[in-house]
């Protein structure tokens, strides 16, 4: 499940990360975007629940320098051992330049680097590098964990995927359908044993179909508007498809755009109905090849008219009947 989970504080989230252990859930994963950050909503389920395993979903690799970014890591690694894995990307202009007055600079390049930075410095090794984006003098982390964590590598388009497959030691995938897994795994080469795929799949429980759909419609003209996974969406074979709400959102009308979203991309990229259909959906992603189905809960409104007790029954309705190894 993504964390943290809206409607809840974060100093309540002790409940929420005990019904998901109760309902079946191993994973809980962090985004970061303009909420929290990615390791505090962690840090708190690692006191709180030890049986679950945790994942940032993403850490991006401009915002935080580089020993920073291996500091935060590994100090989530020595509270959790053996159940963190970090997931590093590149992010988006808006979130790095605008929001972080950071220069989004050759995305793939810096995440290569960050990536290759932190294999050797979560060793405990002492980094002394001159990397193509950035130069690192002689850092070593006073407190290197005793397990390193899997650094996993958020992609999209066939260049990160390789990079994933070559030299992370998993995949996070993002606003994709089930149908489209095999696709980006098929860049991904041969996987190595204990290789994991992550995906964040948008779930929204609800019946109301109206509701969801606009919700979805939303969402997607907000994220797939941004050129990366425009590019993504073009390369998975929806140019055709987007044309008209990429044609509609260049030209300023943003409400035109979302109504241009077509019902069936709105339905394969967000799932909704019924717990028990949501299920249904998520195991898709799990037969197309995923390991790591990740829930992003959307809010739906049975959970807005009922707050967190309703949000607590609903994660128990989706958890009954756990979807995977890793759900």
Same mark, same amino acid.
């Given at each position: 499940?993504?964390?943290?989970?809206?409607?809840?504080?974060?100093?309540?989230?002790?409940?929420?990360?005990?019904?998901?252990?109760?309902?079946?859930?191993?994973?809980?994963?962090?985004?970061?975007?303009?909420?929290?950050? #990615?390791?505090?909503?962690?840090?708190?389920?690692?006191?709180?629940?030890?049986?679950?395993?945790?994942?940032?979903?993403?850490?991006?690799?401009?915002?935080?320098?580089?020993?920073?970014?291996?500091?935060?890591?590994?100090?989530?690694?020595?509270?959790?051992?053996?159940?963190?894995?970090?997931?590093?990307? #590149?992010?988006?202009?808006?979130?790095?330049?605008?929001?972080?007055?950071?220069?989004?600079?050759?995305?793939?390049?810096?995440?290569?680097?960050?990536?290759?930075?932190?294999?050797?410095?979560?060793?405990?090794?002492?980094?002394?590098?001159?990397?193509?984006?950035?130069?690192?003098?002689? %850092?070593?982390?006073?407190?290197?964990?005793?397990?390193?964590?899997?650094?996993?590598?958020?992609?999209?388009?066939?260049?990160?995927?390789?990079?994933?497959?070559?030299?992370?030691?998993?995949?996070?995938?993002?606003?994709?359908?089930?149908?489209?897994?095999?696709?980006?795994?098929?860049?991904?080469?041969?996987?190595?044993?204990?290789?994991?795929?992550?995906?964040?799949?948008?779930?929204?429980?609800?019946?109301?179909?109206?509701?969801?759909?606009?919700?979805?419609?939303?969402?997607?003209?907000?994220?797939?508007?941004?050129?990366?996974?425009?590019? %993504?969406?073009?390369?998975?074979?929806?140019?055709?498809?987007?044309?008209?709400?990429?044609?509609?959102?260049?030209?300023?009308?943003?409400?035109?755009?979302?109504?241009?979203?077509?019902?069936?991309?709105?339905?394969?990229?967000?799932?909704?109905?019924?717990?028990?259909?949501?299920?249904?959906?998520?195991?898709?992603?799990?037969?197309?090849?995923?390991?790591?189905?990740?829930?992003?809960?959307?809010?739906?409104?049975?959970?807005?008219?009922?707050?967190?007790?309703?949000?607590?029954?609903?994660?128990?309705?989706?958890?009954?009947?756990?979807?995977?190894?890793?759900?």
């Amino acid at each position: 499940m993504t964390v943290p989970l809206g409607g809840i504080a974060l100093a309540d989230h002790d409940a929420a990360y005990a019904a998901l252990d109760r309902a079946g859930f191993t994973d809980v994963w962090s985004s970061e975007v303009a909420g929290t950050d #990615a390791f505090t909503p962690l840090a708190l389920a690692a006191a709180w629940q030890p049986r679950l395993r945790l994942g940032t979903a993403i850490a991006p690799v401009f915002t935080r320098g580089p020993g920073l970014l291996a500091m935060s890591a590994a100090a989530l690694a020595e509270a959790a051992p053996g159940r963190f894995s970090l997931g590093i990307g #590149a992010s988006s202009p808006v979130l790095v330049r605008d929001w972080n007055a950071v220069r989004f600079d050759e995305p793939f390049r810096r995440t290569r680097d960050v990536l290759r930075f932190l294999r050797a410095a979560l060793r405990g090794e002492t980094v002394d590098e001159v990397y193509d984006t950035f130069t690192v003098r002689r %850092f070593t982390l006073e407190r290197p964990p005793a397990v390193p964590p899997p650094i996993l590598l958020a992609a999209l388009r066939p260049g990160m995927l390789r990079l994933a497959g070559a030299e992370a030691d998993g995949v996070i995938l993002n606003w994709l359908s089930a149908d489209d897994v095999p696709r980006a795994l098929g860049e991904l080469g041969e996987r190595r044993a204990g290789f994991e795929v992550a995906a964040r799949i948008f779930v929204c429980p609800t019946e109301d179909a109206g509701y969801a759909r606009a919700l979805g419609r939303r969402l997607i003209t907000s994220y797939l508007t941004v050129p990366a996974y425009a590019e %993504f969406h073009r390369w998975l074979g929806r140019d055709e498809v987007l044309a008209p709400m990429w044609e509609a959102w260049a030209a300023g009308d943003r409400r035109g755009a979302s109504a241009a979203v077509p019902d069936e991309v709105v339905d394969a990229l967000v799932l909704h109905g019924t717990p028990e259909r949501c299920r249904a959906q998520v195991r898709r992603y799990v037969d197309a090849g995923v390991d790591v189905p990740v829930f992003a809960l959307l809010p739906t409104p049975e959970v807005t008219a009922g707050g967190a007790t309703a949000l607590l029954t609903l994660i128990a309705q989706l958890g009954i009947e756990p979807v995977g190894a890793s759900t």
